[in-house]
């Protein structure tokens, strides 16, 4: 694993949260994205290096939605970059973590993506993503 590559927060409320965060960084977000297929509708900030992700549930079923349900808003995953992901998804199994999705799938920002189930690093749903060249 690289750099983190971003961090999720999930939001109630997109557009309420983008102006919060717009103020907090200094300037409004750079992309809003909507993933379908994950029931997400994500919006993108940077603050210098870093990269922040926001997410609001699209449909009751939505895992953010799930989440939000469960913990309320806040820090969802952590995301970390990766060169090669499915030789990654392979490592991280062998080393006895539980990998969500065994066919990385395509995510918000160009990116593939696959999640490690929080239960198997303690509490934190960690994202792989590999830039989709
Ligand atoms: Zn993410």
């Known amino acids: 694993m690289e750099k983190i ?14 102006v919060l965060f717009a103020s907090l960084f200094g300037k ?7 993933v379908a297929s994950e029931g997400v509708k994500t919006s993108f900030f940077k603050s210098g290096p870093n990269k922040i992700e926001l997410l609001e549930a699209t449909n009751p079923n939505s ?9 309320g808003e806040g ?9 090669d992901i499915n030789s990654e998804i392979k490592r991280l199994q062998q080393e006895g973590f539980t990998v969500l999705n065994e066919t990385p799938k395509k995510g918000a920002d160009n990116k593939l993506v696959a999640f490690l189930h929080p239960k198997t690093t ?12």
């Open 122 to 133: 303690n509490g934190v749903l960690i994202e792989l993503c590999q830039e989709i060249e």
């Open 75 to 83: 820090i969802h995953h952590i995301a970390f970059a990766v060169k």
């Open 5 to 18: 590559e971003h961090i999720g927060i999930a939001v109630k409320n997109l557009e309420e949260s983008n």
């Open 63 to 71: 895992p953010i939605a799930k989440f939000i349900e469960k913990k």
């Open 28 to 34: 409004k977000h750079y992309k809003i994205e909507e």
